[in-house]
Protein backbone atom coordinates (compact mmCIF):
# COMPACT_ATOMS: atom_id res chain seq x y z
CA UNK A 1 0.00 0.00 0.00
CA UNK A 2 1.39 3.53 -0.94
CA UNK A 3 1.16 6.26 1.23
CA UNK A 4 -0.83 9.00 0.03
CA UNK A 5 1.22 12.14 -0.59
CA UNK A 6 -0.14 15.62 0.68
CA UNK A 7 1.29 19.07 -0.50
CA UNK A 8 2.55 21.14 2.92
CA UNK A 9 0.61 24.08 3.93
CA UNK A 10 2.17 27.10 2.76
CA UNK A 11 2.86 29.64 6.44
CA UNK A 12 1.00 32.20 6.97
CA UNK A 13 3.17 35.91 7.51
CA UNK A 14 4.71 36.79 10.43
CA UNK A 15 3.01 40.03 11.72
CA UNK A 16 4.90 43.36 12.12
CA UNK A 17 6.97 45.27 13.68
CA UNK A 18 5.07 48.29 13.32
CA UNK A 19 1.81 46.85 14.60
CA UNK A 20 3.70 46.22 17.83
CA UNK A 21 4.31 49.89 18.19
CA UNK A 22 2.45 52.06 21.39
CA UNK A 23 1.16 55.10 19.26
CA UNK A 24 4.02 57.30 20.33
CA UNK A 25 6.54 55.30 19.20
CA UNK A 26 4.88 54.95 15.86
CA UNK A 27 4.33 58.69 15.35
CA UNK A 28 8.22 58.82 16.17
CA UNK A 29 8.87 56.62 13.46
CA UNK A 30 6.52 58.02 11.13
CA UNK A 31 8.51 61.83 11.74
CA UNK A 32 11.71 59.92 11.31
CA UNK A 33 10.85 58.66 8.14
CA UNK A 34 9.30 61.30 6.82
CA UNK A 35 12.42 63.59 7.78
CA UNK A 36 15.10 61.16 6.01
CA UNK A 37 12.80 62.11 2.71
CA UNK A 38 12.85 65.69 2.82
CA UNK A 39 16.38 65.61 3.78
CA UNK A 40 17.56 63.73 0.94
CA UNK A 41 15.03 66.01 -1.27
CA UNK A 42 17.04 69.29 0.05
CA UNK A 43 20.05 67.20 -0.82
CA UNK A 44 19.10 67.15 -4.16
CA UNK A 45 17.57 70.05 -4.61
CA UNK A 46 20.07 72.34 -3.02
CA UNK A 47 23.29 71.03 -4.78
CA UNK A 48 22.21 72.44 -7.93
CA UNK A 49 21.79 76.67 -8.92
CA UNK A 50 18.17 78.00 -9.40
CA UNK A 51 18.66 77.66 -12.69
CA UNK A 52 19.30 73.98 -12.98
CA UNK A 53 16.30 73.42 -10.71
CA UNK A 54 14.10 75.27 -13.42
CA UNK A 55 15.39 73.91 -16.40
CA UNK A 56 14.45 70.44 -18.27
CA UNK A 57 17.60 68.18 -18.52
CA UNK A 58 15.52 65.69 -20.53
CA UNK A 59 12.00 65.43 -22.28
CA UNK A 60 12.07 62.11 -20.09
CA UNK A 61 12.41 63.89 -16.98
CA UNK A 62 10.38 67.01 -14.87
CA UNK A 63 12.06 70.20 -14.30
CA UNK A 64 13.77 69.11 -10.42
CA UNK A 65 11.79 72.30 -8.70
CA UNK A 66 8.69 70.38 -10.35
CA UNK A 67 9.04 67.42 -8.59
CA UNK A 68 10.11 68.99 -5.34
CA UNK A 69 6.47 71.11 -5.67
CA UNK A 70 4.76 68.21 -6.77
CA UNK A 71 5.94 66.39 -3.57
CA UNK A 72 4.61 69.35 -1.66
CA UNK A 73 1.34 68.89 -3.28
CA UNK A 74 0.78 65.10 -2.58
CA UNK A 75 1.64 65.57 1.13
CA UNK A 76 -0.61 68.51 1.53
CA UNK A 77 -3.96 66.36 -0.14
CA UNK A 78 -3.21 63.12 1.68
CA UNK A 79 -1.83 64.20 5.03
CA UNK A 80 -3.02 68.09 5.58
CA UNK A 81 -6.60 67.71 3.98
CA UNK A 82 -7.50 64.14 3.59
CA UNK A 83 -6.07 62.67 7.53
CA UNK A 84 -6.16 65.86 8.93
CA UNK A 85 -9.28 67.49 7.38
CA UNK A 86 -7.42 71.25 7.36
CA UNK A 87 -7.78 73.95 4.81
CA UNK A 88 -6.24 73.47 1.60
CA UNK A 89 -2.95 75.95 1.78
CA UNK A 90 -2.57 76.04 -2.04
CA UNK A 91 -6.11 74.55 -3.57
CA UNK A 92 -4.80 76.70 -7.17
CA UNK A 93 -1.90 74.87 -8.24
CA UNK A 94 -3.18 70.99 -7.46
CA UNK A 95 -3.76 70.22 -11.43
CA UNK A 96 -0.31 72.16 -12.13
CA UNK A 97 1.36 69.32 -10.06
CA UNK A 98 -1.61 66.54 -10.90
CA UNK A 99 1.10 64.14 -12.88
CA UNK A 100 -1.68 62.93 -15.15
CA UNK A 101 -2.75 66.48 -16.18
CA UNK A 102 0.41 67.58 -18.06
CA UNK A 103 2.91 65.14 -19.52
CA UNK A 104 6.49 65.81 -18.44
CA UNK A 105 7.77 67.33 -21.97
CA UNK A 106 5.24 70.19 -20.99
CA UNK A 107 5.87 70.68 -18.01
CA UNK A 108 8.28 73.65 -18.36
CA UNK A 109 6.10 75.87 -19.99
CA UNK A 110 3.66 75.49 -17.23
CA UNK A 111 3.74 78.64 -14.27
CA UNK A 112 5.59 76.25 -11.81
CA UNK A 113 6.44 78.15 -8.55
CA UNK A 114 10.10 79.05 -8.50
CA UNK A 115 12.47 77.81 -6.26
CA UNK A 116 12.50 80.13 -3.15
CA UNK A 117 8.47 79.62 -3.38
CA UNK A 118 8.66 76.00 -4.24
CA UNK A 119 10.75 75.46 -0.89
CA UNK A 120 8.32 78.00 1.24
CA UNK A 121 5.82 75.74 0.51
CA UNK A 122 6.79 72.55 0.63
CA UNK A 123 8.07 73.60 4.30
CA UNK A 124 4.27 74.98 4.98
CA UNK A 125 2.79 71.82 4.15
CA UNK A 126 5.17 69.38 6.50
CA UNK A 127 5.17 72.08 9.65
CA UNK A 128 0.92 71.36 8.95
CA UNK A 129 1.76 67.31 8.54
CA UNK A 130 3.68 67.08 11.29
CA UNK A 131 0.78 68.81 13.33
CA UNK A 132 -1.56 66.40 11.56
CA UNK A 133 0.94 63.41 12.84
CA UNK A 134 1.09 64.81 16.22
CA UNK A 135 -2.92 64.57 16.82
CA UNK A 136 -4.25 62.04 14.21
CA UNK A 137 -5.73 58.87 15.64
CA UNK A 138 -3.37 55.76 14.16
CA UNK A 139 -6.13 53.18 13.81
CA UNK A 140 -10.11 53.32 13.20
CA UNK A 141 -9.33 53.68 9.46
CA UNK A 142 -7.69 52.10 6.55
CA UNK A 143 -5.62 55.57 5.38
CA UNK A 144 -4.57 55.75 9.23
CA UNK A 145 -4.03 52.41 10.22
CA UNK A 146 -0.18 52.11 11.15
CA UNK A 147 -0.18 54.93 10.13
CA UNK A 148 -0.37 54.28 6.50
CA UNK A 149 -0.61 57.61 5.16
CA UNK A 150 2.30 58.83 6.51
CA UNK A 151 4.14 55.81 5.04
CA UNK A 152 2.68 56.07 1.71
CA UNK A 153 4.03 59.96 1.62
CA UNK A 154 7.30 59.06 2.80
CA UNK A 155 7.16 56.50 -0.08
CA UNK A 156 6.18 58.91 -2.33
CA UNK A 157 8.65 61.35 -1.93
CA UNK A 158 11.54 58.79 -1.70
CA UNK A 159 10.61 57.77 -5.34
CA UNK A 160 10.54 61.36 -6.17
CA UNK A 161 14.23 61.89 -4.76
CA UNK A 162 15.37 58.62 -6.91
CA UNK A 163 13.78 60.25 -9.83
CA UNK A 164 15.50 63.33 -9.17
CA UNK A 165 18.97 61.23 -9.05
CA UNK A 166 18.17 60.30 -12.39
CA UNK A 167 16.91 63.75 -13.57
CA UNK A 168 21.38 64.43 -12.13
CA UNK A 169 22.36 61.57 -14.04
CA UNK A 170 21.33 63.56 -17.27
CA UNK A 171 22.30 66.71 -16.33
CA UNK A 172 24.97 68.26 -18.02
CA UNK A 173 28.07 69.93 -15.84
CA UNK A 174 30.62 69.31 -13.08
CA UNK A 175 29.43 66.88 -10.45
CA UNK A 176 27.80 68.23 -7.85
CA UNK A 177 26.59 65.08 -5.89
CA UNK A 178 29.70 63.45 -4.17
CA UNK A 179 29.65 59.97 -2.03
CA UNK A 180 31.94 57.09 -0.86
CA UNK A 181 32.56 54.12 -3.10
CA UNK A 182 30.98 50.60 -2.25
CA UNK A 183 32.31 48.03 -0.53
CA UNK A 184 34.28 45.88 -2.28
CA UNK A 185 33.66 42.30 -3.01
CA UNK A 186 33.29 40.10 0.07
CA UNK A 187 32.27 37.16 -1.64
CA UNK A 188 34.14 34.09 -1.81
CA UNK A 189 33.39 31.26 -5.08
CA UNK A 190 30.10 30.95 -5.56
CA UNK A 191 28.69 29.23 -7.93
CA UNK A 192 27.22 31.23 -11.38
CA UNK A 193 23.94 30.47 -10.75
CA UNK A 194 21.13 28.32 -8.28
CA UNK A 195 18.45 26.27 -8.33
CA UNK A 196 14.98 27.03 -7.13
CA UNK A 197 13.29 23.97 -6.51
CA UNK A 198 9.66 23.57 -7.74
CA UNK A 199 6.66 24.44 -5.31
CA UNK A 200 3.94 26.92 -4.04
CA UNK A 201 5.31 29.62 -2.04
CA UNK A 202 3.32 33.23 -0.76
CA UNK A 203 3.58 35.81 -2.96
CA UNK A 204 2.76 39.13 -2.04
CA UNK A 205 1.43 40.54 1.25
CA UNK A 206 -1.27 41.01 3.61
CA UNK A 207 0.01 41.78 6.64
CA UNK A 208 3.10 44.53 5.58
CA UNK A 209 1.77 47.75 7.14
CA UNK A 210 2.98 50.27 4.52
CA UNK A 211 2.44 48.16 1.64
CA UNK A 212 0.99 49.26 -1.51
CA UNK A 213 -1.85 47.97 -3.25
CA UNK A 214 0.10 46.24 -6.22
CA UNK A 215 1.32 44.31 -3.42
CA UNK A 216 -1.72 43.47 -2.47
CA UNK A 217 -3.29 40.00 -1.27
CA UNK A 218 -0.72 37.40 -0.23
CA UNK A 219 -1.71 34.61 -2.30
CA UNK A 220 0.08 31.14 -3.36
CA UNK A 221 1.99 31.13 -5.95
CA UNK A 222 3.19 27.65 -7.71
CA UNK A 223 6.38 27.70 -9.27
CA UNK A 224 8.01 25.10 -11.36
CA UNK A 225 12.20 24.41 -10.99
CA UNK A 226 14.17 26.92 -12.73
CA UNK A 227 17.92 28.41 -12.26
CA UNK A 228 18.24 32.26 -11.91
CA UNK A 229 21.62 34.08 -11.86
CA UNK A 230 23.64 34.07 -8.73
CA UNK A 231 24.23 37.19 -9.19
CA UNK A 232 23.00 40.54 -11.85
CA UNK A 233 24.86 40.41 -14.98
CA UNK A 234 28.05 42.65 -14.62
CA UNK A 235 29.58 45.01 -17.12
CA UNK A 236 32.56 42.55 -18.01
CA UNK A 237 29.82 39.92 -19.32
CA UNK A 238 27.14 42.33 -21.00
CA UNK A 239 30.64 43.65 -22.74
CA UNK A 240 31.08 40.19 -24.29
CA UNK A 241 27.23 40.23 -25.67
CA UNK A 242 28.37 44.11 -27.34
CA UNK A 243 31.94 42.12 -28.54
CA UNK A 244 30.25 39.15 -29.83
CA UNK A 245 27.89 41.77 -31.85
CA UNK A 246 24.91 40.99 -30.00
CA UNK A 247 23.13 44.62 -31.16
CA UNK A 248 24.09 43.83 -34.99
CA UNK A 249 22.47 40.46 -34.68
CA UNK A 250 17.98 40.57 -35.50
CA UNK A 251 18.33 36.51 -33.92
CA UNK A 252 18.50 38.03 -30.47
CA UNK A 253 15.87 40.78 -30.35
CA UNK A 254 12.02 40.70 -30.45
CA UNK A 255 9.94 42.41 -32.67
CA UNK A 256 9.70 45.75 -30.64
CA UNK A 257 13.20 45.22 -29.17
CA UNK A 258 14.84 45.36 -32.72
CA UNK A 259 12.61 48.00 -33.74
CA UNK A 260 13.04 49.87 -31.02
CA UNK A 261 17.13 49.44 -31.01
CA UNK A 262 17.47 50.31 -34.86
CA UNK A 263 14.92 53.64 -35.14
CA UNK A 264 17.20 54.70 -32.00
CA UNK A 265 20.27 53.03 -33.21
CA UNK A 266 21.46 51.51 -29.67
CA UNK A 267 24.60 50.04 -29.33
CA UNK A 268 25.66 49.99 -25.64
CA UNK A 269 24.23 50.77 -22.45
CA UNK A 270 23.08 54.63 -21.79
CA UNK A 271 26.26 56.64 -20.91
CA UNK A 272 28.85 54.43 -22.49
CA UNK A 273 31.07 55.59 -25.07
CA UNK A 274 33.88 52.97 -26.58
CA UNK A 275 36.97 54.21 -26.38
CA UNK A 276 40.78 53.68 -27.19
CA UNK A 277 41.21 51.82 -24.43
CA UNK A 278 38.41 50.43 -23.81
CA UNK A 279 34.54 51.43 -22.63
CA UNK A 280 33.86 54.62 -20.66
CA UNK A 281 30.95 55.99 -19.07
CA UNK A 282 29.50 59.31 -17.73
CA UNK A 283 28.39 58.59 -13.76
CA UNK A 284 26.69 62.19 -12.04
CA UNK A 285 29.36 64.30 -13.99
CA UNK A 286 32.41 62.17 -13.73
CA UNK A 287 34.10 60.32 -16.19
CA UNK A 288 35.33 57.06 -16.02
CA UNK A 289 36.16 53.51 -17.26
CA UNK A 290 33.63 51.00 -16.92
CA UNK A 291 33.87 49.06 -13.96
CA UNK A 292 34.12 45.64 -15.20
CA UNK A 293 32.22 44.07 -11.90
CA UNK A 294 29.50 46.49 -11.14
CA UNK A 295 25.89 45.22 -12.13
CA UNK A 296 24.89 46.92 -15.77
CA UNK A 297 22.86 49.35 -15.62
CA UNK A 298 20.63 51.87 -17.68
CA UNK A 299 20.03 48.89 -20.24
CA UNK A 300 16.14 48.33 -21.22
CA UNK A 301 13.86 45.70 -21.02
CA UNK A 302 14.68 44.75 -24.65
CA UNK A 303 18.28 45.09 -24.32
CA UNK A 304 18.65 42.94 -21.22
CA UNK A 305 16.02 40.67 -23.16
CA UNK A 306 18.38 40.24 -25.81
CA UNK A 307 21.08 39.81 -23.95
CA UNK A 308 19.08 36.89 -21.93
CA UNK A 309 18.64 34.87 -25.79
CA UNK A 310 22.19 35.32 -26.47
CA UNK A 311 23.20 33.77 -23.13
CA UNK A 312 21.11 31.08 -23.87
CA UNK A 313 18.66 32.00 -21.22
CA UNK A 314 15.57 33.81 -20.17
CA UNK A 315 14.49 37.04 -18.14
CA UNK A 316 12.78 35.24 -14.76
CA UNK A 317 9.07 35.85 -14.16
CA UNK A 318 8.08 38.53 -11.58
CA UNK A 319 6.82 34.94 -9.40
CA UNK A 320 10.47 33.30 -9.64
CA UNK A 321 12.35 36.38 -8.95
CA UNK A 322 10.14 36.90 -5.66
CA UNK A 323 10.10 33.34 -4.68
CA UNK A 324 14.19 33.36 -5.08
CA UNK A 325 14.39 36.18 -2.69
CA UNK A 326 11.95 35.28 -0.60
CA UNK A 327 11.28 31.23 0.10
CA UNK A 328 13.26 29.73 2.40
CA UNK A 329 13.24 26.21 2.07
CA UNK A 330 13.67 24.95 5.90
CA UNK A 331 10.45 26.69 6.80
CA UNK A 332 8.98 26.74 3.16
CA UNK A 333 8.22 30.45 5.06
CA UNK A 334 8.35 33.78 2.72
CA UNK A 335 10.36 36.46 4.47
CA UNK A 336 10.22 40.38 4.42
CA UNK A 337 13.55 40.39 2.61
CA UNK A 338 15.94 38.35 0.98
CA UNK A 339 18.15 38.01 4.37
CA UNK A 340 15.57 37.37 6.76
CA UNK A 341 12.93 40.19 8.61
CA UNK A 342 15.12 42.89 9.69
CA UNK A 343 15.08 46.45 8.30
CA UNK A 344 17.88 46.57 5.84
CA UNK A 345 20.60 47.91 6.65
CA UNK A 346 24.29 48.91 5.44
CA UNK A 347 25.83 45.14 5.51
CA UNK A 348 22.41 43.67 3.33
CA UNK A 349 22.35 46.53 0.65
CA UNK A 350 23.28 48.71 -1.56
CA UNK A 351 20.53 51.44 -0.77
CA UNK A 352 19.28 54.95 0.20
CA UNK A 353 22.12 57.06 -1.81
CA UNK A 354 24.57 56.19 0.43
CA UNK A 355 26.90 55.18 -3.01
CA UNK A 356 26.32 56.68 -6.18
CA UNK A 357 27.17 53.43 -7.93
CA UNK A 358 26.43 50.11 -8.06
CA UNK A 359 28.44 47.72 -5.81
CA UNK A 360 30.73 45.26 -7.23
CA UNK A 361 29.14 41.80 -7.46
CA UNK A 362 29.62 39.62 -4.01
CA UNK A 363 29.68 42.88 -1.93
CA UNK A 364 26.97 42.03 0.59
CA UNK A 365 27.13 38.09 1.59
CA UNK A 366 24.42 39.23 4.56
CA UNK A 367 22.00 40.53 2.40
CA UNK A 368 21.82 36.56 0.20
CA UNK A 369 18.62 34.84 0.35
CA UNK A 370 18.79 31.27 1.85
CA UNK A 371 18.88 29.82 -1.75
CA UNK A 372 21.93 31.59 -1.67
CA UNK A 373 21.04 34.55 -4.26
CA UNK A 374 22.91 37.58 -3.95
CA UNK A 375 21.75 41.17 -4.08
CA UNK A 376 18.41 41.18 -4.84
CA UNK A 377 18.07 44.02 -3.11
CA UNK A 378 19.35 47.17 -4.16
CA UNK A 379 22.36 48.17 -6.43
CA UNK A 380 19.95 47.84 -9.76
CA UNK A 381 16.47 47.17 -10.46
CA UNK A 382 16.07 44.64 -12.04
CA UNK A 383 13.76 43.78 -15.10
CA UNK A 384 11.47 40.72 -15.22
CA UNK A 385 9.50 39.14 -17.91
CA UNK A 386 6.08 39.89 -16.62
CA UNK A 387 3.87 42.24 -17.40
CA UNK A 388 1.99 44.67 -14.98
CA UNK A 389 -0.93 43.40 -13.31
CA UNK A 390 -3.05 43.32 -10.11
CA UNK A 391 -2.59 40.02 -8.32
CA UNK A 392 -6.26 38.03 -7.81
CA UNK A 393 -8.47 39.73 -5.28
CA UNK A 394 -6.45 43.57 -5.88
CA UNK A 395 -8.03 46.10 -4.81
CA UNK A 396 -6.84 49.73 -5.95
CA UNK A 397 -6.61 51.60 -2.46
CA UNK A 398 -6.40 55.13 -2.09
CA UNK A 399 -6.71 55.40 -5.28
CA UNK A 400 -6.64 54.19 -8.84
CA UNK A 401 -4.09 56.20 -10.37
CA UNK A 402 -1.22 54.66 -8.09
CA UNK A 403 -1.23 51.06 -10.19
CA UNK A 404 -4.33 50.03 -11.51
CA UNK A 405 -4.20 52.75 -14.61
CA UNK A 406 -1.10 51.01 -15.57
CA UNK A 407 -1.93 47.58 -15.54
CA UNK A 408 -1.28 45.88 -18.78
CA UNK A 409 1.29 45.01 -21.38
CA UNK A 410 2.90 47.71 -22.17
CA UNK A 411 4.40 48.10 -18.77
CA UNK A 412 7.11 45.56 -17.47
CA UNK A 413 7.73 44.58 -13.68
CA UNK A 414 11.17 45.59 -12.44
CA UNK A 415 12.35 44.30 -9.12
CA UNK A 416 14.43 44.69 -6.58
CA UNK A 417 15.61 48.64 -5.83
CA UNK A 418 18.64 50.63 -6.88
CA UNK A 419 21.21 51.99 -5.23
CA UNK A 420 19.10 55.08 -5.08
CA UNK A 421 15.82 53.52 -3.94
CA UNK A 422 15.67 54.36 -0.13
CA UNK A 423 14.81 51.43 2.42
CA UNK A 424 11.52 52.62 3.06
CA UNK A 425 10.80 52.22 -0.51
CA UNK A 426 11.97 48.70 -0.91
CA UNK A 427 10.64 45.12 0.43
CA UNK A 428 10.80 41.86 -0.85
CA UNK A 429 6.81 42.34 -2.45
CA UNK A 430 7.43 45.80 -3.67
CA UNK A 431 6.78 46.10 -7.48
CA UNK A 432 8.19 48.80 -9.44
CA UNK A 433 6.97 48.89 -13.62
CA UNK A 434 8.07 51.11 -16.61
CA UNK A 435 8.27 51.01 -20.37
CA UNK A 436 10.68 48.36 -21.91
CA UNK A 437 12.27 51.24 -23.36
CA UNK A 438 13.32 53.04 -20.82
CA UNK A 439 17.03 53.00 -19.90
CA UNK A 440 17.21 56.72 -17.77
CA UNK A 441 16.41 54.57 -14.49
CA UNK A 442 18.93 52.24 -12.40
CA UNK A 443 17.91 49.03 -14.18
CA UNK A 444 19.78 46.22 -14.69
CA UNK A 445 18.39 42.86 -14.78
CA UNK A 446 19.79 38.78 -13.97
CA UNK A 447 19.00 35.55 -16.09
CA UNK A 448 17.12 32.56 -15.84
CA UNK A 449 16.57 28.91 -17.18
CA UNK A 450 14.17 26.18 -17.11
CA UNK A 451 15.56 23.19 -15.25
CA UNK A 452 13.89 19.52 -15.87
CA UNK A 453 12.82 18.08 -13.53
CA UNK A 454 14.09 14.89 -11.77
CA UNK A 455 12.46 11.46 -12.57
Given amino acids: MTASRTTPAIPPETSHPLLELAPEELRAHAAETLSRARDRSTLLTDAVDDGDLVRQHSKLMSPLVWDLAH ?4 EELWLVRDVGGREPLRPDIDDLYDAFQHPRAERPSLPLLGPAEARRYVGEVREKA ?32 ETMLATHQLRK ?7 PAPPPRRTGPVPAEVVVPAGSFLMGTSVEPWALDNERPAHEVHVDAFAIDTFPVTNAQYAEFIEAGGYRQRRWWSDAGWDYRSRHDIGAPRFWRREADGWRRTRFGVDEAVPP ?13 AYAAWAGKRLPTEAEWEKAARYDPATGRSRRYPWGDDEPGP ?4 LGQRHLRPAVAGAYPGGASPLGVHQLIGDVWEWTSSDFTGYPGFTAFPYREY ?11 LRGGSFGTDPVAIRGTFRNWDYPIRRQIFAGFRCARDVRPER
Fill in 173 to 179: GEPVLHA
Fill in 130 to 161: FDVLEKAPLAGTRLTHAAFAFGMIAQHEQQHD
Fill in 293 to 305: DEPVVHVSFHEAE
Fill in 71 to 74: IGSQ
Fill in 403 to 413: SEVFFGPEYKV
Fill in 347 to 350: EHAN
